[in-house]
């Protein structure tokens, strides 16, 4: 989800960042894109598990 988008009349606009969730007491200390930008993976260091989110960004063209 992008930060910005561009307003009909040419200005940025604000939008409300993306947000995930881990599990209480994961510890998440990295997180990484695939290059495909459909998946972001976070390594937990509490834990010691990863979590994986599928990403669904909608583009409006």
């Not at 969730?21 to 894109?33: D, I, K, L, Q, Y």
Request: proline share 7%.
């Amino acid at each position: 989800m992008p930060l910005f988008t561009l307003s009909d009349d040419g200005y940025l606009a604000a939008q409300e960042p993306a947000e995930v969730n881990t599990v209480e007491g994961a510890g998440p200390r990295h997180m990484v894109f695939h290059p495909n930008q459909q998946y972001a993976y976070c390594v937990n260091e509490l834990n010691s598990s990863v979590d994986v989110w599928q990403l669904k960004i909608h583009m409006a063209r």
